[in-house]
Nanobody
Framework: QVPLVASGGGLVQAGGSLRLSCAASGIIFSFNVMGWYRQAPGKQRELVASLSTGSRANYADSVKGRFTISRDIAKNTVYLQMDSLKPEDTAVYYC?????????WGQGTQVTVSS
């Protein structure tokens, strides 16, 4: 199992910002795709944003214009800058890395946005 370690979650007021990071270690390959998913209580896990090597970012409609995904390919690290946070952004956020055909998941980090 590839270790993907996510960090940066926490409690923030509505309108605030957080930056999530997810780093992979102990591997020699670069992921084809890295991204972030989230899962709120009672809901299915959903894609938040993803970024393929050499391609444009893909965002869920609900976060477009507020969240920005970026990657450091050399470090196999993916970031999620979250601005203008809303209470409905509250969820556990999971990072994901795809090295086709395998998918790897981080442990999740809690993001809570208070109104």
């Amino acid at each position: 199992q590839v270790p993907l370690v996510a960090s940066g979650g926490g409690l923030v007021q509505a309108g605030g910002s957080l930056r999530l990071s997810c780093a992979a270690s102990g591997i020699i390959f670069s992921f084809n795709v890295m991204g972030w998913y989230r899962q709120a209580p009672g809901k299915q896990r959903e894609l938040v944003a993803s970024l393929s090597t050499g391609s444009r970012a893909n965002y869920a409609d609900s976060v477009k214009g507020r969240f920005t995904i970026s990657r450091d390919i050399a470090k196999n690290t993916v970031y999620l800058q979250m601005d203008s946070l809303k209470p409905e952004d509250t969820a556990v956020y999971y990072c994901n890395g795809i090295y086709s055909p395998y998918a790897y998941w981080g442990q999740g980090t809690q993001v809570t946005v208070s109104s």
